[in-house]
């Protein structure tokens, strides 16, 4: 999540995490009118990020096979506003260092979504 915050507000995109608003609010429904109904109840306005990360592993081959779900959702009605699946695979980092592996396919996640 941190580094996605990262990604987006490079790109100019104020992100914060709903439970800084709320405590309740760690996690939410993938579902768009679900996770609206309960952002309006713990008073958060805008639009929701959801994502929902199916497969990410690292390879033997020295490849990551990402599958993630996203979707944007307005908070005053549950309008679905966008959504996106990125399905790829990713070469690992050059440096063979897991965490660098991380960054670089969340980077390319972010480079697919946007």
């Given at each position: 999540r941190a580094s996605i915050q990262r990604e987006l507000e490079?790109?100019?995109?104020r992100v914060r995490f709903p439970e800084e608003?709320?405590?309740?609010?760690?996690?939410l429904p993938?579902?768009?009118e679900a996770a609206a109904r309960i952002a309006?109840?713990?008073?958060?306005?805008?639009?929701?990020?959801?994502?929902?990360i199916r497969r990410w592993d690292a390879e033997a081959a020295g490849l990551m096979r990402l599958w993630v779900?996203?979707?944007l959702v307005r908070v005053a009605d549950?309008?679905?506003?966008w959504e996106r699946s990125v399905q790829k695979v990713v070469p690992a980092s050059r440096s063979g260092n897991l965490a660098d592996a991380h960054r670089d396919a969340v980077q390319e996640v972010v480079r697919e979504l946007f």
């Open positions: 490079q790109r100019k995109v608003h709320d405590a309740r609010l760690t996690v993938l579902g768009p309006r109840q713990g008073g958060l306005e805008g639009s929701l990020f959801l994502s929902e779900d996203c979707k549950g309008a679905l506003l």
